[in-house]
């Protein structure tokens, strides 16, 4: 059975045939829509990739195809952020948790209301999930600290140009983490990409938790720098070598203290895991405007980045008795809903787009509103399908950004011109309320990354 029309079918629910195929458990289907190079990336009408459902059916063998064939493990729905370890832990799939984690997903990611995949667990009253989970860690903190010991990247208090002098000698994916001179005691992560420097701030709240923005958290530096030495997860690449602190550097270190989280105490989402905001904007994204926000937001990122990082503005971590996300639900005629007038937008003066037209792959951006995603809009009456950029707000942000939002359409509506980018409609998905722009897609991506890049050739107007 080869037949071309298996891998373009979507059902009533946006299902593809490799997201059913996944979740009735029929393997050998699996396996041959993925010979077929069916679009692992693609999204059914709730936002979930096939790993979701994998993870979400306990399907073990499923997961593994999908991974050989390069799916995207910490894909995020969009309207929730939950990843597939959210949705295994959620369900209790203690099989599909523990694969996942071997196969290397963060441990302690956060989804959009800052609920860790450990926490959904526990509220569920799935205890051996929840200690699988918090013990991972512990299983791999002795290895991951013989394979890059602190003492390798860790340098003291040093200043931003020696930094990036040392990042820049050392080439490309150099790194190195230093104490802020700004801020005795917090830490910065310098790296070289692409001949341009960047530096981020580590959070480490409470001296508890460490991360980068909203980006996972972890129980040490060791951990989270041997976790972007494997993965990008927001970053414009992965981390490669680190450069290691000179003995001036080193002395320095000795002075600098950092209180690293116990392996085995208290989860993310307890009591001892708050991370105090550091502040932070929503700068526009690859889109533009108020809701876009670009990778790494601003509070913690120097200079800005592209736009295909997945970091939010830093809010607080719950604690741990926080009541879970609902899983999405399924509804076959979910576009049929009508607690939502889909022409009800007070005012953005665009075209309503149905949300069945639409077609969402993988993730641009993400700001405090709403994620920033990349898509193909089906128009049909003949009109061939045309690629698109779709930014998000999502329904627990419509009561203090729906007014913005809709402001922005307005504006983006009456405005045509070869150097602003086009706004072809309005979007609501009918089940959650959640809004959308669709707007021209720009192949090139960042502006502010294109300008970063050519910086000889741009040249002032007068």
Avoid at 87 to 108: M, S
């Amino acid at each position: 059975m080869s037949d071309p029309n298996l891998v373009k079918y979507r059902d009533r629910a946006g299902r593809t045939s490799l997201h059913l195929a996944v979740l009735s458990g029929n393997i050998q289907m699996t396996d041959l829509l993925l010979k077929m190079k069916s679009d692992t990336r693609l999204r059914d009408c709730d936002g979930c990739s096939p790993v979701h459902l994998a993870a979400r059916s306990n399907n073990v063998e499923a997961l593994v195809l999908l991974f050989k064939f390069g799916a995207e493990l910490t894909a995020r729905v969009p309207s929730t952020g939950w990843s597939p370890l959210h949705e295994a832990a959620y369900y209790g799939n203690i099989e599909v948790t523990q694969k996942l984690l071997e196969l290397g997903v963060p441990v302690h990611p956060r989804c959009h209301r800052q609920r860790t995949p450990a926490e959904l667990a526990r509220t569920r009253g799935h205890d051996q999930v929840t200690e699988l989970i918090e013990g991972w860690t512990k299983k791999i903190n002795g290895r991951v600290r013989q394979a890059i010991p602190e003492q390798r990247f860790l340098h003291g208090q040093i200043d931003r140009n020696q930094a990036s002098d040392m990042c820049l000698q050392a080439g490309e994916g150099a790194f190195l983490v230093r104490e802020s001179r700004r801020r005795p005691g917090d830490l910065v992560l310098t790296v070289n990409f692409s001949g341009k420097i960047f530096n981020y701030e580590v959070r480490n709240g409470d001296h508890l938790w460490f991360s980068i923005d909203e980006g996972p958290m972890f129980e040490s530096i060791v951990l989270l720098i041997d976790y972007y030495m494997k993965n990008a997860d927001g970053l414009p690449s992965k981390l490669t070598h680190p450069v290691e602190p000179v003995d001036e550097a080193r002395h320095t270190l000795k002075k600098l203290q950092i209180a690293q989280n116990p392996v085995s105490g208290p989860g993310p989402g307890g009591q001892h895991g708050g991370h105090p905001g550091m502040g932070g904007g929503h700068p526009g994204g690859p889109m533009g405007g108020p809701h876009g926000g670009g990778p790494m937001n601003g509070s913690t990122i120097l200079p800005p980045m592209h736009g295909n990082g997945r970091h939010l503005p830093h809010t607080d971590v719950p604690s741990r008795r926080a009541q879970p996300t609902p899983p999405p639900t399924h509804n076959p005629n979910a576009h049929q809903a009508t607690n939502y007038d889909p022409n009800e937008f007070k005012g953005a003066e665009a075209p309503h787009i149905p949300y069945e037209q639409l077609e969402m792959t993988d993730q641009l951006g993400e700001g405090e509103f709403g994620s920033v995603l990349r898509g193909v809009w089906h128009p049909g009456q003949n009109i061939p399908p045309r690629h698109v950029a779709i930014k998000t707000l999502r329904p627990e942000s419509l009561v203090n950004g729906e007014k913005e939002f809709v402001r922005e359409a307005a504006v983006m509506s009456r405005l045509n011109h070869p150097s602003i980018v086009t706004l072809y409609g309005v979007c609501r998905e009918n089940r959650s309320g959640m809004l959308m722009l669709v707007q021209e897609l720009l192949n090139v991506g960042s502006a502010l990354e294109f300008i970063l890049s050519h910086a000889k050739e741009v040249r002032e107007y007068p």
